[in-house]
């Protein structure tokens, strides 16, 4: 059920709900056999161009799982073709930058993103999947928020100790600021554009900011961040990132209807953290889900009886499903939820 | 000043010092231009094993910069060489275990490990290493804890997501514990031995447990660590680890007469969650050291400040000296350290 009485929507209301909705972070993904189907015919960056495989690849999870919202087909980097970097979804390795952003020269180079011109085909895909859904469940649309996204471009990649983005923040300051103002603008645009066409409610992701400290997320990535949240309109914002515990009243505060969760905190301790008057999101660890049946039940019970029924929890994984995943226990997970939280 | 005079000791006890004691995890490593001169004629694994070149590499940091502790140079999978899983230490790579141990019945599998006739030559480089210190300052001993090595033999090499430790661990919880027993008990004797050597603390790296939640961490790794850390006596343990903000109740409660703390945590906030009846080390973040002298001072200044000149702080980062920092800056560091923090 879409629009304001779907369980999903409520919950991020913190109204009360008669179960407990799921949805998974890369639910629609290499782990589903019909996706891979689709990843036979398509490359990556195809399939998020074209606005009818994106569409389709959005419904997959939502026919399959019964999971209670979908979320948009699309990478967090499409944002960032129009800047000329060298952007390249290499096979097996993730995203490439052929030429990385990290020097003040490097972020002086840099014009504003022109949003409707770089990305019409997300605009053109979320229509087509709030249609194609018709209402069964809401759809989310998401962008990478500034810190996790300049991380990628003054990297080049992913990065495990992210050196480069730390010496940028550090030592340039004012470029690092320059470069976050650019991305937290484009990034505001890019979902109120998402929103616009159709999105019901939106994710910020911040996957990589858990390698800051506290002192370094307060001046470096909070401002910006906020800005983001601060210019979305029309629809809820899920703040989200990993290693995040020391981070969350920080994120709480740089806003957000909705708090992502991982793993490494306990729910309840986590939910204390960003203040009982916020809804939550997560927090199995992907990796139960490799596990047995048996397991995957004990440990999403676990979860539920931290958030302890209160209205406000959206369950998820504390991350994105992973491709090892057998489909089977992901359908379960979903079924071992509703079950568990009836009321 | 070694022994129990000196402030790193000292530091350790609680007990006021006139300044506080630094050093540096990886103090002995490729940043520093005489080590890299030994790598250019031995190969890493070489090196382990001489243990005149090992106690050179050990006392190069000493000579250098200062610092008030030197840690033996020594590698945390050695030990695992006689199990017999193919250990590699592969260029640019990083270690590789050609069979990794993932099933009961590759755990059954495993012989105890001799510790004695494993890692002869690391004993040997403790009693040179003291002998050459010859006083000036302690030398720290180290091994790796029973989850970390555990993560590496399951893995079969380092690893982001940890997918097949946490498989074992879940599905097959006896078999799990089997191996962290194993290890255990291979872990304490080698502590020991290092100590009988002339060790005169000890640090447990647990560098990849914040990989866990809190559940699993009680569940699975706790009892192990506690068993190292109650089998070993003489001198006192560092318990290590990162990202590992929402484990530090469990990790005190685990052992250690120090606990340390890397940077995504807070020092004053860490130490409040360990107890203030304890001893911490940490917190700088080792990307810091890349940025410039300014900053350093500025950042080192703003972690001595949260530990309050109270008793019990050994400064530290939060994780191993990267190697493309400046040989200049690691020395400006233990300086302003030494400077910021007299009493």
Known sequence: MSGSES????????????????WLMRQAGRYLPEYRAMRARHS?????????????????????????????????????????????????????IHRPVRTAADVARLAPIDVDAAVPFVFETV???RRALAGRVPLIGFAGAPFTVASYLVEGGASREFLHTKRLMYDEPEAWHRLMDLLADATARYLNGQIAAGAEAVQLFDSWVGALGPDDYRAYV??????VMKAVTGAPVIHFGTGTAALLPLMREAGGEVIGLD???????GWRAVGLDVAVQGNLDPAVLLASPAIIRERARAVLERAAGRPGHVFNLGHGVHQATPVEHVKALVDIVHELSAR
Chains 1, 2 share one sequence.
């Not at 606005?51 to 990478?75: H, K, S, Y």
């Not at 909070?222 to 800005?227: K, Y």
């Not at 793993?263 to 301790?269: F, H, I, N």
Request: aromatic fraction near 6%; glycine fraction near 6%; charged fraction near 25%.
């Open 127 to 129: 229509r087509r999947a």
């Open 7 to 22: 369980v999903f929507l409520k919950a991020v209301r913190r109204e009360p709900t008669p179960c407990t909705p799921i």
């Open 44 to 96: 990556f960056l195809e399939l998020c161009r074209n606005p009818d495989a994106a569409a389709e690849v959005t419904l997959q999870p939502v026919e399959r799982l019964g999971v209670d919202a979908a979320i948009l087909f699309a990478d967090i980097l499409l944002l960032l073709e129009p800047l000329g970097v060298g952007l390249e979804f290499a096979k097996g390795e993730g995203p490439v």
């Open 263 to 269: 793993w490494r905190v306990d729910l309840d301790a």
């Open 222 to 227: 909070l401002p910006h961040s906020r800005a």
